[in-house]
């Protein structure tokens, strides 16, 4: 670990002490009898919720990574909203929108009445401005085109309410795409700034429900509520203001901290819960949710440019080796269902294939000994005086991702091959798992309710976990961007995973949860639909 970031980890954690050591006191569960009697929200209060990572670039576009949205979600609004059970595409800024049906062109109808919190009124040039920026990149700002926007040709302004994208190919997937959190709209104020300043939090500017009103740098952050929002998504029952006053963000990231002012009452709500910290939380009587990432499962990408991995009988060993169900058992609890495919069980266009993921150690050993491989002394399998000798990178995005990566290495050590397990710091981590020969396999994830998610993982052009050449697969990765119909995508979809898992590509783990917990005081905590949370309808009882 660097000493910047030493020191970084040392002033949030003193941050979250002083939170504890400060907030206020009383019995946690305690309520107020109006609240209990007839359970109607109630406005007002602040909202202590402690993050567990370092939120970095602010950037909307590039605004994926959880700790980032968990800011995000809450000042910036987007053209549609996902239902998150249902999946219903349902208006927000824009009210209503058609699709060619070629889903080539799609022309958006945007309200009248939304502002940015700098009170600019939103118009279809604003609209247009984001969306070039996403689809097309811009070399002068610094700004790269985003993955989820594909094949994008460029915007026309109709007039100050409509704006039309036109695009290369056939992009089925785009309006989903309008609902992510990457597809916050922003303001002029902040979308005409280079990168580098599009990343500070207080250059945001944007249309949500809250402002940010103070910014301690990968610390804490303040958001206030806006007195004159009033377009949340239509069909909500809940419209106008806020019911929050302020939301107070903490990066809190030690574990016991977290879970000690959650418990005692210092804290309101958490992100990532541990599996081993869930029976605590229950205990107390506080609220455990677990709403899924619903995308590309976390999965063990096997690298066949790597050289121990080129043969398909040493990857299918791999895959054979590995007991994802002693996994689970060992590490997690029932929110994390043992994965059966390389999407989500929850993912749109899953297909569930268990029976071609089942452990078999015997199976494993047949196939390595066919192929040559050949116990040394020490146990490891050699052939043409190569070990089957493999390394990876354990993120720190995954729970308990070292303790997973152990228990791998362990099971295939049982067949004869060596996994060393590497902890690098995150910007050397990024720049070796770049090269297969370097990093063989490693555990990777996309969390999207949009078959474009596998696209997004594996194609060459894109994040490309396998690092990979193989052009079969690019083929059909990009057929499932490009097929207009429904159908005709969860199809090619499932070509893909079937793909992956009988050319041993991947090995899915367990679908992954966002794990978060709250007081019995807290009500109306919402997700994404891929568990990215959304604190519009959230309210407090009185205590």
Not at 250 to 279: F, K
Not at 294 to 299: D, T
């Amino acid at each position: 670990m660097s000493t910047t970031h030493r020191r970084t980890l040392a002033a949030a954690t003193a941050a979250a002490a002083t939170l504890v050591l400060a907030a206020c006191s009383g019995s946690p569960g305690a309520t107020s009898e109006a609240a209990a009697d007839d359970g109607a929200p109630r406005q007002g209060g602040t909202l202590t919720f402690l993050e567990y990572q370092f939120p970095t670039c602010f950037y909307a576009g590039g605004s994926g990574y959880y700790p980032v949205a968990t800011v995000l979600n809450q000042v910036a609004d987007k053209l549609t909203f996902q239902d998150p059970e249902t999946r219903e595409i349902h208006p927000w800024l824009a009210e209503s929108w058609e699709v060619s049906e070629d889903a080539t062109e799609y022309v958006f109808h945007l309200r009248e009445d939304v502002t940015f919190s700098d009170g600019t009124p939103l118009t279809a040039e604003h609209v247009a401005a984001n969306f070039d920026h996403l689809g097309l990149g811009d070399e002068e700002l610094g700004l790269a085109s985003q993955e989820f926007v594909s094949n994008y040709a460029g915007s026309e302004v109709r007039d100050e309410h409509t704006v039309v994208f036109t695009f290369d190919a056939p992009v089925p997937g785009f309006l989903q795409a309008t609902s992510v959190v990457g597809a916050a709209i922003v303001g002029p104020a902040t979308y005409e700034l280079p990168y580098e300043e599009q990343c500070q939090l207080e250059n945001l500017v944007a249309t949500g429900p809250f402002t940010v009103t103070e910014v301690v740098p990968e610390q804490e952050y303040t958001l206030t509520a806006r007195e004159d929002y009033d377009w949340a998504p239509p069909h909500q029952e809940h419209q106008g203001r806020a019911y929050l006053d302020e939301i107070h963000i903490v990066v809190t990231p030690e574990d016991s901290v977290r879970i000690g002012a959650l418990t005692s009452g210092q804290a309101d709500a958490v992100r990532s819960v541990q599996a081993y910290d869930e029976p605590t939380v229950e205990a107390a009587g506080y609220q455990l949710y677990a709403p899924q990432t619903n995308g590309v499962s976390p999965q063990i990408a096997l690298r066949p440019d790597n050289p121990v991995l080129t043969e398909l009988p040493v990857r299918q060993a791999l895959l054979k080796a590995t007991d994802t169900g002693a996994i689970v058992d060992t590490l997690f609890t029932e929110n994390y269902p043992v994965a059966t495919s390389p999407l989500s069980s929850g993912a749109t266009g899953y297909t569930d294939l268990s029976d071609r993921l089942t452990a078999d150690p015997e199976e494993a050993n047949r196939l390595l000994d066919e192929a040559g491989w050949e116990r040394g002394p020490d146990g490891i399998r050699t052939k043409d005086g190569r070990r089957l000798e493999l390394t990876t990178i354990v993120p720190a995005v995954f729970p308990l991702g070292q303790e997973t990566a152990e228990l791998v290495a362990q099971q295939w050590e049982a067949v004869g091959a060596k996994l060393h397990i590497e902890l690098p710091d995150p910007a050397t981590a990024v720049q070796r798992q770049q090269d297969p020969a370097d990093v063989g396999v490693l555990i990777s994830h996309v969390g999207r309710v949009d078959p474009d998610v596998l696209y997004s993982a594996f194609h060459s052009s894109q994040r490309d976990y396998l690092v990979s050449t193989d052009e079969t697969l690019d083929d059909l990765l990009e057929e499932i961007t490009s097929l207009p119909g429904t159908e005709e995508r969860y199809a090619k979809a499932a070509e893909v995973q079937e793909y992956l898992v009988d050319n041993a590509l991947t090995i899915p783990l367990y679908d992954m949860p966002q794990t978060y917990a709250a007081g019995p005081h807290v009500h109306g905590l919402g997700w994404e639909p891929v568990g990215r949370l959304r604190l519009y309808d959230t309210w407090l009882e009185e205590r």
